[in-house]
């Protein structure tokens, strides 16, 4: 039976499966759907998302990011976290290193579990406008931190139907074909505010998103006047913490800390990505 090599990383409660694919090990035939049986809990590993390391001449190594239902995504914050500890722990980089994703080179400092990397900076920055929804108008904002993100600022996030409204918002048209993240943010305190997030691709709630975190940072900077760095308390009680340089008409110098933690290792085997269909509703 072929076994893979993984290691479980979690960054403030996202999950990700990591596994080292300088060799090739992973089979590029129906790898979506490989993808979708690990990361599914219960029947599988599980994890919001899955990592291929692999080798570039540019960089000390480059990765391709998976969302749990198999599709790419561009960057994720956690996940790169994540990614930054394991090349470190498998002796693929030092402390300083960077690597290329799709929304570009990252550069990353390991220190023990702590973990602090440059992120892109935003571009498609809109701040303050409505979107009609099926229950009226919603004021938000919307910015690219290396996904797409919408930013809900509230009073209270505790009671909201993330999943209703998040799904609603995820799927507007006037985010099609690609679809955005949708955040829900509270400020808490002078320089700390509170999230909760819908993430695109795990189609639910998450008890955490990196780039989520950023995009909330950024548009409470934007309008709240909040300066760096900005404190960002997460669903899973994580805290990232956000660097900026914010100028007149743009954001500059991102830089997303936050922990990335050795969940375990172990060896995926064939039955961890066997088809057992999907799961009935009656």
């Given at each position: 039976m072929k076994k893979i090599n993984f290691l479980k990383l979690s960054g403030s409660g996202n999950d990700f499966i990591i596994i080292d694919n300088r060799k090739n090990i992973i089979e590029e035939n129906n790898l979506p759907e490989f993808i979708k049986k690990v990361c599914r809990r219960k029947m599988s590993?599980?994890?919001?998302?899955?990592?291929?390391?692999?080798?570039?001449?540019?960089?000390?190594?480059?990765?391709?990011?998976?969302?749990?239902?198999?599709?790419?995504?561009e960057m994720c914050g956690?996940?790169?976290?994540?990614?930054?500890?394991?090349?470190?722990?498998?002796?693929?980089?030092?402390?300083?290193?960077?690597?290329?994703?799709i929304a570009g080179r990252v550069n990353a400092i390991v220190n023990q579990e702590t973990v602090k990397i440059g992120m892109p900076n935003p571009f498609d920055v809109r701040i303050g406008y409505a979107l009609a929804l099926s229950g009226g108008p919603l004021k938000l904002s919307s910015i690219n931190t290396g996904v797409p993100?919408?930013?809900?600022?509230?009073?209270?996030?505790?009671?909201?139907?993330?999943?209703?409204?998040?799904?609603?918002?995820?799927?507007?048209?006037?985010?099609?074909?690609?679809?955005?993240?949708?955040?829900?943010?509270?400020?808490?305190?002078?320089?700390?505010?509170?999230?909760?997030?819908?993430?695109?691709?795990?189609?639910?709630?998450?008890?955490?998103?990196?780039?989520?975190?950023?995009?909330?940072?950024?548009?409470?900077?934007?309008?709240?006047?909040?300066?760096?760095?900005v404190k960002v308390?997460?669903?899973?009680?994580?805290i990232l913490v956000i660097h900026f340089k914010k100028?007149?008409?743009?954001?500059?110098?991102i830089f997303l800390e936050g922990d990335a933690r050795v969940i375990y290792k172990g060896e995926l085997m064939e039955d961890a990505w066997k088809s057992l269909g999907a799961i009935n509703s009656y």
């Amino acid at each position: 039976m072929k076994k893979i090599n993984f290691l479980k990383l979690s960054g403030s409660g996202n999950d990700f499966i990591i596994i080292d694919n300088r060799k090739n090990i992973i089979e590029e035939n129906n790898l979506p759907e490989f993808i979708k049986k690990v990361c599914r809990r219960k029947m599988s590993v599980g994890a919001d998302g899955l990592i291929l390391i692999e080798d570039t001449e540019t960089a000390d190594f480059k990765w391709r990011f998976y969302n749990s239902d198999g599709s790419s995504a561009e960057m994720c914050g956690n996940g790169a976290r994540c990614a930054a500890r394991f090349a470190l722990l498998n002796n693929i980089a030092g402390k300083k290193m960077v690597f290329e994703t799709i929304a570009g080179r990252v550069n990353a400092i390991v220190n023990q579990e702590t973990v602090k990397i440059g992120m892109p900076n935003p571009f498609d920055v809109r701040i303050g406008y409505a979107l009609a929804l099926s229950g009226g108008p919603l004021k938000l904002s919307s910015i690219n931190t290396g996904v797409p993100h919408v930013v809900v600022i509230k009073d209270s996030i505790d009671d909201i139907d993330i999943v209703k409204t998040g799904k609603e918002i995820r799927y507007h048209k006037d985010y099609a074909p690609a679809g955005t993240n949708v955040n829900f943010v509270v400020r808490l305190d002078m320089d700390l505010i509170g999230i909760r997030t819908y993430e695109r691709g795990v189609e639910d709630e998450t008890l955490a998103c990196g780039t989520g975190s950023i995009a909330a940072a950024l548009v409470m900077a934007g309008i709240q006047g909040m300066e760096s760095p900005v404190k960002v308390k997460t669903k899973s009680g994580g805290i990232l913490v956000i660097h900026f340089k914010k100028t007149a008409d743009k954001f500059t110098d991102i830089f997303l800390e936050g922990d990335a933690r050795v969940i375990y290792k172990g060896e995926l085997m064939e039955d961890a990505w066997k088809s057992l269909g999907a799961i009935n509703s009656y």
